[in-house]
């Protein structure tokens, strides 16, 4: 098969490294080829942060590039935004719609756009919106957030319900990993 | 053979620096290297250690090779600088066991404040230097290095970059073989670098560089592929091998290089007779473009592929795509490329919420101080709105650089603005200590902040010897700042809390007055810490917010202004309550 190529995107301690870790280890366990490249040090801090996750029969480059994408996870509509020239031209972004504003809209210096995810619609963009904090809290824990977007997005992929929890349950620690699971489930059928 | 793991790039490197047989590692943190003694430092039955800089820890692993264990020191391509000086005269001392050394680029500086190219050490040293461009090659190569290092007698430098770094691919292990030390062996001619010794060693470095030459004409760690097209080779080398064979396939010729210094001249002679035309394809530097050319060879390279930023593979199709001599292996770019109809604010990152530095850049940027910065989170001091840092150049150059400055003032008219310098307490015990010194021997009357969070933070909290903890987290010696800089002979050195304004204000305008030089000990650990408790969030009330905007001032992440007034998001807030002393209505309240 060729190439399928995922981003996630998000702010600076979101959780992406966590999401593209499960993401990875799903598609170990499916037999593919993976890639996953991912952002430390300083961009952590607060700032706009992309994670790729590449998976196939056999993966060279670690990361997606513009036109790409078949898939952009996004924490936040603005970063889904900011990345919407990744998207492939069939490609399908799953967001979060909880807006976090970035220093420049605080200090009055730039304007948070409205209405971005019907931008994105209007650009031609695919986009499976909804609101993943509320669907984290409801499970125990804001910081679910990722894993309540991976709920979402598995709709979206043919891998079985135990190849998921396979994978959640390699990837998240133990004593979080029940809170997770009911986070991947309400994502899911959000 | 273990299964296959899904392994960081870092992980594998320590994996097969482990699985070598590797005894001995001291590093210091830098992104993008540092995860590889992190990881070592998980296996307890070997000696790892965070040292307060590159020099110090280069020289320890070299002390460990001599007492005949395979040794090991990684740090970032601008930690090499540091690193450079014992560099160059182990070159010709050679070493008693392995000495593996990885140093890892950062092209596209996602988290440095250059982009150079550290083959360029390996060419002025003499020193053979790796580079893998997967995961599965970090962990071989790995071990590859500390047999070159032995069968050569000499450090081997193990380039990573970025992408290399920082991406997981797939790994297959082996096992830690047998550890057999060696006996240390007193060699006065090959250890002691005095002149008349010296001159003996050059030599037999370069005989060492003709073996290593020979040995690169055959060793599997360059791989001479070629493929059905042969219109074109593409010599490469790391990641860009990645994005070549990305976007080519497997039908192009190519010629990839993991030993990158010193280069093979057969192999590279005998891949261009096999092809009609030469691309070599790397990121930065035109190294391998140069060594192909001195060879008598021609070949494109930088009049095709720019010298700044990282690659992708759409660049690369892209400029093979434009090239008239690419021949038939032409690429297709992507089109549809879609943008939303409005300007998309930039989020940079920004000091954390309840970061502790934030108070004493407040109180620089309200006093309109002139201020020295360092390399640290505290760099993020520079951002809008504190702008309170005026330059940044490597790490301890903060206190330096004022003493300098401050002796300019004297030549002409000047201005009577204060001045002071901050620096990290990592990043002081790294280098901001050997300024201190000369500040304070040649009478400077600098003010010096350091910002004390305890921790080493931007690269993702390493301690340091200001913390009292060892790498695994265990009881280690202490430094005490206070009295280190007494021991110097300072005599104002005082401790403010950044969470009390007041006292950041005092301090400030005293010490930037005094005509000698003082230390002010900027001191709270850093918010992100799991020892560090966070306080309730703070809440506005909304019928006391005059919506006056005094509280955005220092650009908390936290807290934003809508027409009804301050909003503080409760996910952040950790209640360090540096807000609540700037609103003089009594708005943003403390909860108890």
């Not at chain 1, 993976?34 to 060279?60: A, C, F, I, L, P």
């Not at chain 1, 971005?116 to 695919?126: E, H, L, P, S």
């Not at chain 2, 919420?353 to 109180?363: K, W």
Request: with cysteine; proline share 5%; hydrophobic share 40%.
């Amino acid at each position: 098969m060729t190439t399928k190529n995922i981003m996630i995107v998000g702010v600076g301690g979101q959780g992406s490294l966590l999401a593209s870790r499960v993401l990875g280890n799903l598609l170990l366990g499916e037999g593919f080829d993976v890639k996953v490249s991912e952002v430390h040090g300083m961009s952590q801090r607060g700032g706009s942060v992309v994670t790729y996750v590449r998976y196939g029969d056999k993966v060279y480059s670690p990361i997606v590039d513009e036109g790409q994408a078949d898939f952009i996870i996004s924490f936040e509509p603005l970063e889904a935004a900011r990345w919407l020239s990744y998207l492939a031209p069939n490609g399908k972004i799953i967001t979060n719609t909880q807006q976090v504003d970035p220093m420049p809209v605080i200090t009055g210096a730039a304007q948070y756009p409205d209405d971005i995810v019907g931008k994105m619609r209007a650009a031609g963009a695919d986009v499976d919106a909804f609101d993943a904090l509320s669907v984290a809290t409801q499970a125990g824990s804001g910081k679910a957030v990722n894993i309540a977007l991976l709920g979402r997005a598995s709709r979206y992929f043919e891998f079985s319900d135990g190849a998921w929890t396979n994978a959640l349950e390699s990837t998240v620690p133990p004593r979080f990993i029940e809170m997770n699971k009911k986070a991947f489930e309400l994502g899911k059928n959000a | 053979m273990s299964k296959k793991q899904l392994m960081l790039g870092n992980d594998a490197v320590a994996q097969g620096l482990y699985d070598a047989g590797v005894c001995v590692a001291s590093s210091y943190p830098g992104t993008p290297s540092t995860e590889v003694t992190e990881t070592l430092a998980e296996f307890r039955d070997i000696y790892t250690e965070w040292a307060p800089n590159e020099k110090v820890a280069f020289e320890v692993a070299f002390g460990a090779s001599l007492g005949g264990v395979r040794s090991f020191c990684a740090m970032k391509h601008v930690g090499l600088n540091v690193a450079a000086d014992p560099l160059f005269t182990m070159s010709y001392t050679g070493v008693g066991a392995g000495l593996v050394v990885v140093v890892a680029d950062d092209p596209g500086m996602h988290s440095s404040q250059n982009e150079q190219d550290s083959r360029h050490y390996a060419i002025a040293s003499k020193v053979p230097m790796l580079e893998p461009s997967d995961s599965r090659e970090c962990y071989e190569y790995a071990k590859a290095a500390f047999e070159i290092s032995e069968r050569f007698d000499t450090p081997v430098l193990l380039r990573l970059c970025t992408r290399v770094s920082h991406s997981q691919s797939l790994v297959e292990t082996t096992g830690r073989g047998a550890v057999t030390p060696k006996m240390y062996a007193r060699d006065l001619a090959k250890y002691v670098m005095m002149p008349g010794n010296a001159k003996r060693r050059h030599p037999i470095v370069e005989n060492r560089t003709r073996a290593l030459i020979e040995y690169a004409e055959t060793s599997p760690l360059n791989s001479l592929e070629l493929g059905e097209c042969r219109e074109l080779g593409i010599i490469c080398s790391g990641t860009a091998y990645q994005y070549v064979r990305e976007v080519l396939g497997e039908g192009a010729s190519v010629l990839k290089l993991g030993l990158v210094n010193p280069l093979p001249e057969k192999l590279i002679r005998d891949f261009a007779d096999a092809v009609d035309s030469l691309i070599v394809i790397e990121e930065l530097d035109p190294v391998i473009e140069n060594h192909v050319k001195t060879l008598g060879i021609e070949c494109h390279g930088k009049d095709m592929f720019p010298l700044c930023d990282e690659f992708s593979q759409n660049l690369v199709a892209r400029i093979l795509d434009s090239a008239p001599h690419t021949g038939s292996m032409r690429t297709s770019t992507p089109t549809d490329i879609v943008a939303i109809d409005a300007p998309i604010p930039a989020r940079p990152p920004v000091m954390c919420a309840g970061c502790p530095h934030r108070g004493m850049f407040y109180t620089l940027s309200k006093n309109k101080v002139r201020v020295f910065g360092d390399i640290g989170c505290y760099t993020l001091g520079a951002a809008a709105p504190l702008a309170a840092i005026d330059t940044t150049l490597c790490m301890g150059a903060s206190v330096t650089t004022l003493h300098g400055y401050t002796h300019a003032q004297a030549f002409g008219d000047g201005d009577d603005v204060k001045t002071a310098c901050v620096i990290g307490d990592s990043t002081f015990m790294h280098s901001g200590v050997t300024g201190l010194i000369n500040t304070a021997y040649n009478g400077g009357a600098s003010t010096v902040i350091i910002l004390d969070n305890s921790i080493t933070g931007m690269t993702g909290h390493q301690q340091n010897p200001t913390t009292g903890l060892d790498i695994h987290g265990d009881p280690a010696g202490k430094i005490d700042l206070e009295a280190l800089c007494r021991a110097i002979g300072i005599t104002r050195v005082r401790v403010v809390d950044p969470y009390n304004l007041a006292e950041c204000e005092a301090a400030v305008t005293e010490e930037t007055a005094a005509d000698e030089l003082s230390v002010i000990i900027s001191r709270r650990p850093c918010a992100l810490l799991k020892t560090v408790k966070a306080k309730p969030p703070l809440t506005v009330n909304a019928e006391k917010c005059v919506k006056c905007k005094a509280c955005m001032k220092i650009g908390c992440p936290a807290i934003s202004m809508t027409d009804d007034g301050a909003v503080i998001d409760d996910t952040l807030c950790v209640g360090c309550g540096v807000c609540a002393q700037l609103c003089k209505f009594g708005a943003l309240e403390v909860q108890a």
